[in-house]
Nanobody, 125 residues
Framework: QVQLVESGGGLVQPGGSLKLSCTAS????????IGWFRQAPGKKREGVSC????????FYFDSVKGRFTVSRDNNKSTVYLQMDNLKSEDTAVYYC??????????????????WGKGTLVTVST
C-alpha cells in the first residue's frame, strides 16, 4: 500500500501563505488521483482539492478556490498544496490521499485508498 507523508504545516497569520507537501514513499505518484482534505477541530472532514490521475485540471472546493493551488513533481513523488491568502477558517489538519487510476472528479474520501497522517495548519494572529 502506498505510504504518504505530509509536511509543511505550521502557524501563519491571516493573509499569509504556506506550502504543504505530500510525498510518496518509494514510488512515483504518476497515474494516481490525489486528493487533499482537511479536518478542523470539532468539524467533519472536508475536501480541499482533487487532482486527476491523467494530469488534468485540478478541482478545488469552493472554500479554497482561487486561493489554493496544487502542483505535482512526479520526479520527486511529491504533490504540493500552495495555500495563499489564508483565513482563520482554514485552520485544520490537512491530509493527502491517493488512489491508483481514475476516481470521481471530487475525490470521494471512501474511494481514496491511501492516506497520510496529516499536518496541522493554524491561521491565527
Amino acid at each position: 500500500q502506498v505510504q504518504l507523508v505530509e509536511s509543511g504545516g505550521g502557524l501563519v497569520q491571516p493573509g499569509g501563505s504556506l506550502k504543504l507537501s505530500c510525498t510518496a514513499s518509494g514510488f512515483s505518484l504518476d497515474y494516481y488521483t490525489i486528493g487533499w482534505f482537511r479536518q478542523a477541530p470539532g468539524k467533519k472532514r472536508e475536501g480541499v482539492s482533487c487532482t486527476p490521475h491523467n494530469h488534468g485540471d485540478t478541482f478545488y472546493f469552493d472554500s479554497v478556490k482561487g486561493r489554493f493551488t496544487v502542483s505535482r513533481d512526479n520526479n520527486k513523488s511529491t504533490v504540493y498544496l500552495q495555500m495563499d491568502n489564508l483565513k482563520s477558517e482554514d485552520t485544520a489538519v490537512y491530509y493527502c490521499a491517493a488512489v491508483w487510476g481514475p476516481a470521481n472528479w471530487y475525490c470521494p474520501a471512501e474511494v481514496m485508498a491511501s492516506w497520510g497522517k496529516g499536518t496541522l495548519v493554524t491561521v491565527s494572529t
